[in-house]
């Protein structure tokens, strides 16, 4: 049984840097096709992609948000964790983790989603 | 990467079929055959219901169906249920160098 869930705080000031974490179980990021992403999504508003870890270290990154950006997984400890700098109120949201499926193709599991609200 | 183009509402009737769109970039949507399609209940994470344009995961009802034209796909409820609506998200994967784009989303009234 595969599932996510992401933590971290519920409330950031604008300029600070978010830190998210993303436990999950069910599967390896070591397994080959393995993949993880991270979605946002703000109040009332559509989903938006922001980056994705695969098994073998590989990292995409939204290109609109690519320098604010970093994934980073911990095989170990069943976690992948994203950083976003320089926070700003445009990016309350909340925040999903998800597999992505083997082909890399959709998204299979979501987590339950995180609300992070940035204040100025 | 801009969005993909969805209907902000659609309604029907129970029992009735309703379409959602999708409309892209001939890059985006046209020449890749990796739409899949989100149900998003309120307060709720989104759920997989159509993965590489028609193809629905085990446990998705088959009232639900996808299929694509050119550069817009399309997301076909049959038989609309109480317990369709929700907001409607569709994606498409357009390679690692552009990823993954989502749709604006749509909004499905049973009246």
């Known amino acids: 049984q595969v599932t996510l869930k992401e933590s971290g705080p519920a409330l950031v000031k604008s300029t600070q840097t978010l830190t998210l974490t993303c436990t999950f179980s069910?599967?390896?990021?070591?397994?080959?096709?393995?993949?993880v992403s991270w979605i946002r999504q703000p109040p009332g508003q559509a989903l938006e992609w922001l980056a994705r870890?695969?098994?073998?270290?590989?990292?995409f990154y939204s290109t609109s948000l690519k320098t604010r950006l970093t994934i980073s997984k911990d095989t170990s400890k069943n976690q992948v964790v994203l950083t976003m700098t320089n926070m700003d109120p445009v990016d309350t949201a909340t925040y999903y983790c998800?597999?992505?499926?083997?082909?890399?193709?959709?998204?299979?599991?979501w987590g339950q989603g995180t609300l992070v609200t940035v204040s100025s | 990467q801009s969005a993909l183009t969805q209907p902000a509402s659609v309604s029907g009737s129970p029992g009735q079929s309703i379409t959602i769109s999708c409309t892209g970039t001939?890059?985006?949507?046209?020449?890749?055959?990796?739409v899949s399609w989100y149900q998003q209940h309120p307060g709720k994470a989104p759920k997989l219901m159509i993965y590489?344009?028609?193809k629905r995961p085990s446990g998705v009802s088959n009232r639900f169906s996808g299929s694509k034209s050119g550069n817009t796909a399309s997301l076909t409820i049959s038989g609309l249920q109480a317990e369709d609506e929700a907001d409607y998200y569709c994606?498409?994967?357009?390679?690692?160098?552009?990823?993954?784009?989502f749709g604006t989303g749509t909004k499905v009234t049973v009246l």
């Open positions: 994606c498409s994967y357009a390679g690692s160098s552009i990823s993954y784009v």
């Open positions: 998800a597999r992505i499926d083997g082909s890399g193709t959709h998204i299979e599991y």
């Open positions: 590489e344009v028609s």
């Open positions: 069910g599967f390896s990021l070591s397994t080959s096709a393995m993949r």
């Open positions: 001939s890059n985006i949507v046209g020449s890749y055959k990796f």
């Open positions: 870890i695969d098994w073998d270290d590989d990292k």
